[in-house]
């Protein structure tokens, strides 16, 4: 099973929507950027100047809700 990173903030509706959207079974690490360890991997992977939500997969970076949800969900089915 790949790395998935989920790069989100508080107050962002877009971040809260694909949240509450993860398939179930799937294990995604939910990075909050405005916290010191969330801004330091953001800045690993240079996502300091992109919106979020950000998905990260085995370092291929997925930015939009929809195109994460799409992510993921071909994920949960094993579809890469």
């Known amino acids: 099973m790949p790395e998935i990173l989920l790069f989100t903030k508080p107050g ?4 809260d929507y694909v949240k ?15 916290t010191a360890e969330g801004l330091a991997e953001a800045a690993y ?4 100047n992109k ?11 997925y930015e ?11 994920l949960s089915c094993g579809t890469e």
Do not use: F, M, W
Not at 45 to 48: A, P
Not at 66 to 72: D, R
């Open 12 to 15: 962002c509706q877009k971040c």
């Open 45 to 48: 992977y240079e996502l300091l």
């Open 20 to 34: 509450e959207r993860i398939p179930e079974g799937l294990s995604v690490n939910i990075i909050d950027t405005t």
């Open 64 to 74: 939009g809700a929809i195109v994460i949800l799409n992510k993921l969900k071909d």
């Open 51 to 61: 919106h979020t939500p950000v998905l990260v997969v085995d370092d291929q970076l």
